[in-house]
């Protein structure tokens, strides 16, 4: 089934662990560090749009692209409901996005580009990126790693019970492609007891700083830096989120 349709409703409280302020704090230094303080941005994968509103927040003009309609409407009802700078969301595949004019950088975050299965949709996304950014801008984006899948979801189940829903997560690691599949069961209050059952299934798949190297630069980048998620310090084997900054000669 597709993704992103009933989980979607529930993403934010299941993803409340996630520190969107930290990574948010991590891009727009980096961004003000290569002389962006301002301007246009776009983000791939909003999803629901926290830190599209994040960065929006930090004085940036914020484009957000995602291919989930239920995601897109949960950002615009936030956006409903703020009184900070608008914020323009695209329903659009990142493989094939399209804008009216170019941007100073692109972010991507918690793990969006894993839902890229091949290196050809790679590629694909890596050459939009670098025709819509302006001359010198900045790439900034975070993947799982194989080294994730394999050694810490691949296989595994999770569970977790809430007071308004409840999910099953069953995790299907694929070695030869290196591909996570994972069924989720969402079941969802919608009266005090009465509940509605979501089915979905994910796919993603794990990549390694090299190939993600060799892609950019192929698509016109510079690879500036890989590092272990959301740090400075250099990627080491057991790195199961890994950001990377690249720049468009």
Request: glycine content about 6%.
């Amino acid at each position: 089934m597709e993704a992103y349709q009933g989980f979607a409703r529930v993403y934010d409280l299941f993803m409340d662990n996630v520190p969107y302020r930290h990574w948010a704090d991590y891009m727009i230094r980096t961004l003000r560090e290569h002389n962006i303080a301002d301007g246009l941005v776009l983000e791939l994968g909003c999803g629901t749009g926290k830190m599209t509103r994040l960065l929006s927040k930090a004085g940036y003009d914020m484009i957000g692209v995602d291919s989930s309609v239920e995601m897109l409407e949960i950002a615009a009802e936030a956006e409903e409901n703020k009184k900070e700078r608008t914020i323009l969301y695209l329903n659009q595949d990142m493989r094939e996005f399209e804008l009216y004019g170019t941007v100073r950088a692109v972010i991507s975050c918690c793990d969006s580009l894993n839902y890229i299965l091949d290196e050809e949709g790679l590629s694909d996304v890596f050459s939009l990126v670098c025709n819509y950014l302006d001359p010198g801008g900045i790439f900034l984006f975070d993947f799982n790693t194989v080294y994730a899948y394999r050694e810490i979801l691949g296989d595994r189940s999770i569970c977790e019970n809430r007071d308004s829903c409840s999910f099953i997560w069953e995790n299907y690691y694929h070695e030869e492609e290196c591909i996570n599949e994972y069924d989720l069961t969402l079941f969802v209050r919608k009266e005090r007891d009465l509940y509605q059952k979501y089915e979905e299934t994910h796919y993603q798949r794990g990549y390694e700083a090299d190939l993600m190297r060799k892609l950019l630069e192929r698509a016109g980048f510079v690879f500036e830096a890989a590092y272990d998620a959301y740090t400075k310090e250099p990627v080491r084997a057991a790195s199961t989120r890994v950001s990377v900054i690249a720049k468009k000669r």
